[in-house]
């Protein structure tokens, strides 16, 4: 590894460490080893899909008064009418409420509504230290909004629920962790580079890719030379670290670089410098991929609810109805965070009432 | 608002929403004690999970966290404080594997594990407890809920999410006992395994006492009862002698170097467990050790494997 350089080198020495010794075998050793026991245990009784904890037997008598509080969630589409995330309806004139850094922009996106009617959308406040966007459905009024009610009474193994995908299929889970601050270290493109400068001085080598990161997703090789980013020409690769941790994850970097002779150009969606450096190698993977900003929140709620990126921005619900949270990030296979209301609805609120009536300009008296 | 189209098919026995309510409550109810008995493991090179099943400070683990028997590691309680142990018994086959909590002045917290195999039924409900990812203390444990969707000889298979960091820990029943010991992910969300308690139960019944269950790995052959590691001089050094053993009578102290088994220079561990291995119990074998830069010789007599030993 000597000369190359990760774009952080703070405790890599312990996350490489864990990813070889006990990581490795619990995922690796089963996937080798799922074929070999489907073969020698044919006859074992199985528990149907339909009656395991997320299966539509089990969650009968939820689904049979779930649809109602359901209709607090909408969708996102893009201009092609492709699902892009979810967003909850947080005011019946139409204000609804999404995870920024999934949305860099609004411009050529619309709300799906539950009756099927899609609005245009106005972007009223973006919020990156909760990673939040307000916005309001143009010329709709009468929505169902979310129900939020406080979660401080929340305690480990409280069950949850959300719904999952276009269709808002209903997900349980429970409370996993203790609620808290989850801090940050900026955001990451995914690539190890070449200490040394490039023969010719001119970029930065890249030596490898990290699996399911943005440089991966923006089709970046390994032996591309990074020549630029954004207006900046890059010498350096200490320079590439300073530009890139200056933004935050969701961000859109231009990447200029030589390939074969060329030169190319690509742009990248930044990701958790975190995330990035833990899932080198897919290590946490997460069955359905995980969101591209998975810290630096203020506030946060953990759960094991099976659910996908896309699903982000939709609302948290306990088993009453009443909604508990905004889900915030799709972090692995075990986790996901969720703002509780506390942390953001007060704020909102006062977003919203701006929105309706700007405050005046004040009169000043000069005595 | 109309309903959502799922069919329902009146046949099958739906989950009541009482269902739901109790599983809630009653894991609630058992998870302060589960927590207190979950720990992390750190080896070497890597962070997992395992769990405390006697007050002694016996303990359950996977045998790809601690690899081999006599190894020492870290073990880090819920609250932060950080414990040495040392592995016992590994079953590299089953990866069930067993450590001790060196500590054995205190009554550690722990839960009980069930013997009662055949509970663990698919459908049961379940829970789990780990440290995916490592110990982070602002966290805390990582419960989760689900049902036990499979049993097989040596497995449980259930729909608990599971990743790396959760090796070793506990799948509990709704009784509160551990029914499992986390194992292995396959690609799927419900396919999470984890070891039965089948392969620690059959170990167990075989020798009864936790004297026993110590040198689990030992094997056949005579009994020295030297726990031996390399010394950064790539030195073959006893790291513990165990109580009541044939090598603690003849004053073989842990930190002796062992330089020749009967005229045989001794460089490494597996040379060296073979050495003890190929005598029977009654031969007598003469170590060179050093200590402190003196050397001497210590002759042993090798009883028999420590089954009969703990009911002297």
Known sequence: MMGHSFELSIGLASHAAWRVTVLGPLAWLGLLLSALAVHAQPSRPT??????????????????????????????????????????????????????????????MHVKLVNGRAAGLREIRRDSRMDLLLAQAIGVTGLKAANFGGTRSLAHGQWLCSGSGKNRALRIGIVS????????????????????QSKNGKGVRIVSIATDSPAEAAGLMAEDVIVAIGDERVEQFKRVHEIVSKRQPGEVVEVRYLREGKTLASRVRLASRTKVLQNWEGEDFANGGISLRTDNFPDVLQHDLPLVPADMGGPLFMLDGSVVGINIARVDRVTTFALPTEAFWAEVRQWIDFDRQPPKAQSVNVD | MAMVGIAVNAEVPKTDLNTLLQVQSQVQKLFPQAKAALVAIQTGGGTASGVIISPSGLLLTAAHVVDKPGREIRVVLQDGTVTMAKSLGVDQATDAALAQLKDLAKPWPSVNLSRDLGKAQPGEWCFALGHPGGF?????????????????????????????????GPLFNMDGEVIGIHSQIWEERDQNVHVSMAPFLRSWDAMQASQVIRVWGIGAGGYLGVATRMTDQVELEVADVIEGSPALRAGVLAGDVILELNGDAMTDQHQFTAAVKAKAAGDVVNLKLRRAGKERQVVVTLTQKPKEESTE
């Open chain 1, 177 to 196: 962790a203790n609620r808290r601050r989850v801090p940050g270290l900026g955001a990451a493109l995914g690539v190890r580079m070449d200490e040394k």
């Open chain 1, 47 to 108: 528990l149907p899909l339909e009656d395991r904890t997320n299966g539509h037997h089990t969650l009968a008598v939820l689904n049979e008064f779930f649809p109602a509080a359901l209709a607090c969630v909408v969708h996102i589409e893009d201009s092609q009418g492709k699902t892009v995330c979810a967003a909850t309806i947080v005011d019946g004139d139409g204000y609804v409420l999404m995870k920024a850094s999934e949305l860099p922009e609004l411009k050529h």
């Open chain 2, 136 to 168: 982070d203390k602002a966290r805390g444990p990582v419960l989760r809920v689900g049902k036990i969707v499979k049993q097989t000889a040596n497995n449980l298979h259930s729909d608990c999410v599971l990743m790396g960091g959760d090796s070793g």
